[in-house]
């Protein structure tokens, strides 16, 4: 079976993790930020793959302010809502250059889902928050 591959829908609230303050997330080079990501699964799952999105995109579209993100990390926030009616939900994340991994979950948020579940387009997207660097300037 192929990886379930997750398509960005939207992103917004957009923050700096620290607070207001834009000295406590700048390093040299980068600042630091995070948004929500919402993220619509369809397919076959299969256990060995898990599920994949790559956030990248979508940010720097709603951003509209032509700097090239850097994505750090991921977090599931909220459950989605299968076509079916199915909530279903993400363990932990794990990022590797800029493409998100995860289980995906079954109606009680920790159970991953059975090898070969078919997804169908939801009601309503599973949402993450994604925490990423852009350049300063």
């Known amino acids: 079976m192929a990886i379930t591959v997750g398509t960005e829908l939207a992103a917004f609230g957009f923050t700096k993790p620290t607070g207001p303050s834009e000295h406590s997330t700048i390093t040299?080079?980068?600042?630091?930020?995070?948004?929500f990501v919402n993220v619509d699964f369809t397919?076959?799952?299969?256990?060995?793959?898990?599920?994949?999105f790559a956030p990248a995109a979508i940010i720097q579209a709603a951003k509209r302010d032509g700097k090239t993100v850097t994505i750090l990390q991921a977090a599931f926030c909220s459950a989605g809502v299968s076509a079916a009616g199915v909530i279903y939900g993400a363990n932990a994340c794990v990022n590797a250059a800029g493409t998100?991994?995860?289980?995906?979950?079954?109606?009680?948020?920790?159970?991953?889902y059975a090898n070969a579940t078919p997804i169908a387009?939801?009601?309503r997207p599973v949402c993450f928050l994604v925490t990423y660097h852009q350049p300063i300037g």
């Open 28 to 35: 040299v080079e980068a600042e630091t930020e995070s948004c």
């Open 43 to 52: 397919g076959t799952y299969a256990q060995a793959d898990d599920a994949t």
């Open 100 to 112: 998100v991994t995860c289980e995906l979950t079954a109606e009680d948020l920790t159970t991953e």
């Open 121 to 123: 387009a939801g009601i």
